[in-house]
């Protein structure tokens, strides 16, 4: 049972009247002494029980006649009377979002969610209008229907390898409701684990008279989950056509156990397997492999969180680049011949230019061959009065940069660097003694609206101690040729670095990583657009559904995690994975207090019990209102105490006339008024105890 008004239920406190009034009429009055009236004590006591039953009786009558014109004025309602409610417009938020696959007993939460929207929706009157956002997947479209469609896309509704956005989707809720409540009563039901990771950003500001949120969420606190935080092959560089690799596979979060079984799969068969520490990183061999895309996961043993236990990724294996040289380099032309004893590169014949991946241009010679979709390495020259030559076969080879003397004299170092590149940490010791400024002679790409300054962080690869570059990649405009620019030569007299051990590291990067293409994104998260080659007509997703799709378009990864086949016909031009972001498997949920405090100025009910929720939704008119049954009774009740006391006033004249009339014992017949003894002891018997004393 509930109230439409309860501030009105205030106006029971008037039952206390006449039971103040009663108390106050129970005071002995003065005594007059009137020997004429002395009869009257034996009527009184003849019918004082009978008067003082009736006494009750009305002051009882008054009191819930008082009661029931309260209860009446608050408009009470049964909850589960049958009866209907106000047409309401309700925005349900689903939260779908990766934590939601908790499993808890033996259901997931994301069913205990839905469990209770269904509840919602079996209730929903004929005029009652619903929006159903599912929060993890914010770019599907909120469209209004009625409950039989709503609950039907409810059921539909499954576990995304996406995190949720509450926040944003409150106020996506805010503006349905502004928009299509249409005169309807507004409320919004959150459904949701409360993860503290779904309320990025700032809440929605609640405005003037904001809709109720309907909060609810399980109850007790989630159990330890480990995950698969991150996976990398070969160091972040991805192993040549032929060549064995490792994969290290970070292991976050926390178990009851002390380790776990880490386990790799290629080509959907598993392959090897390694033991790790929770947290920790295990390191898994990965076996030679041809060229090609190969499509591969990482996995765990399941817990209750099973979304995050299984890591995809795609490994793109590479031919070795075949390098030519323009012109021999002592120190290069070495480190060249080991590199391709190791198969990481192949080396073409100095004359047979259209062979060569890379070529590199020492003084800038050979530079013209990036227009013909190569990538080119330029050294600088040894003497600085080659510079102005130099100078010119970049510019003839359309490369926006240039040379420059640094003035002074004095030894420079490689900025030192925090992460774990073990290359980077190498170079902190080199000593260089020969070093030329990098100028950017044509516009520096675009960054977030703003022109960057020369040698933009994008397109940087290793700096200086004093912030200036040291190597610079970029692609020249127009077509598929990239060049990559470093500031010494790579001679004893320029630097300590071709004697060191760093120099074969830096020049397999130079020639790998740093010179292939920019590769095509391998992961990606929900909701993230991927930009598809040229050739592609179809993407393939992991249950082997195909989406038609236009050749250099951008594909929004689906929320299904697994390995998305990018096609043309039936030919594989391309792959990319879809993880989980992981954030999501971090299950800290936010408190109840932490959230009203969030939600200042919204009306905010948060509740764990189902049948609480039952009684919190629609909470505009919910249920059979019973206010009309209870005024009737109140007047029934009047009616009933006028009858009641009008009784008792003739009840109390009768006696008084017989009384009064009748001859005392001596001392003769009392000689009373006419018109004066049947009203004085009507009187006294109608007012209880409050009446003059008789002696």
Known sequence: ???????????????????????????????????????????????????????????????AMLVLLALAAARPFFRHGGGGHEPTAVVIILDNSLST?????????????????????????????????????????????????????????????????????????????????????AEIHLLTDLQASAFPGTAPAAGVDPPPILVWTPDGEPPANATIADVEVGGGLPPRAGER??????????????????????????????????????????????????????????????????????????????????????????????LANAGRIRLADRGAAS?????????????DAVRSERTVVVLPPTSPLELPAVNTRLAQAGIPWRYARVDGEGEARFAPVEDGDELLRALEGIRIQQVYRLERTG????????????????????????????????????????YVLLASPLSLEASTLPSSAAMLPLLDRVLGAWAAAEPARSHVTPGEAVVLPSLADAVERPDGVRDPVEGGSRYRAP?????????????????????????????????????????????????????????????????????????LLALALLLVEGLVAAAGRVRAARPAERTAGRAPATGGPAKVPAGHAAPAAAGAAFSGDRRPGVR
């Open 101 to 185: 696959g908790l499993v808890l007993g033996e259901r997931r939460v994301l069913d205990e969610l839905k469990a209770r929207a269904l509840e919602t929706l079996e209730r929903a009157g004929s005029d009652d209008r619903f929006w159903l956002i599912r929060a993890a997947t914010p770019w599907e479209a909120a469209v209004p229907g009625d409950a039989a469609s709503t609950a039907q896309r409810v059921r539909e509704t499954e576990v995304a390898s996406a995190s949720a956005d509450l926040n944003g989707a409150l106020a996506r809720a805010r503006a349905l409701l502004a928009a299509g409540a249409e005169g309807r009563a």
């Open 559 to 631: 929320a299904q995690p697994g390995i998305y086949r990018v096609l043309a016909g039936d030919r594989l031009v391309d792959a990319f994975a879809v993880n989980p972001p992981a954030v999501e498997s971090d299950l800290a949920r936010l408190e109840r207090r932490q959230l009203n405090a969030m939600l200042d100025g919204w009306r905010v009910r948060i509740t764990d019990d189902a049948g609480d929720w039952l009684r919190m939704i629609y909470q505009r008119r919910l249920g059979r209102e019973v206010w009309r049954p209870l005024l």
């Open 443 to 482: 516009p520096a790409p675009a960054s977030s609206g703003e022109s960057p300054a020369p040698a933009a962080l994008d397109s940087t690869l290793l700096r200086l101690r004093d912030g200036t570059a040291w190597a610079v990649r970029g692609e020249l405009p127009g077509t598929m040729g990239r």
């Open 355 to 367: 062979d060569a991946d890379i070529v590199i241009a020492p003084a800038a010679v050979g530079a």
């Open 245 to 338: 690799s490792m994969i290290g596979v970070e292991i976050a979060g926390r178990r009851a156990e002390d380790s776990v079984v880490v386990r790799l799969a290629l080509d959907g068969r598993m392959t090897a397997a390694d033991h790790a520490p929770v947290p920790g990183v295990a390191q898994i061999p990965l076996p030679a492999r041809s060229a090609g895309i190969v499509p591969g996961w990482v996995e765990l043993d399941p817990d209750a969180l099973r979304g995050d236990d299984r890591r995809h990724f795609v490994l793109r294996v590479e031919p070795p680049p075949v390098i030519r040289s323009t012109q021999p380099l002592p120190f290069v032309d070495e480190a060249l011949a080991v």
């Open 1 to 63: 049972m509930g109230f439409l008004s309860p501030f009105l239920l205030l106006l029971g406190l008037a039952a206390a009247v006449p039971l103040i009034l009663h108390l106050f009429q129970r005071q002995q009055g003065p005594r007059v002494v009137f020997p004429a009236l002395r009869y009257l004590r034996r009527a009184e006591k003849e019918h004082a029980r009978r008067i003082k039953l009736r006494q009750l009786l009305l002051l009882a009558l008054r009191m």
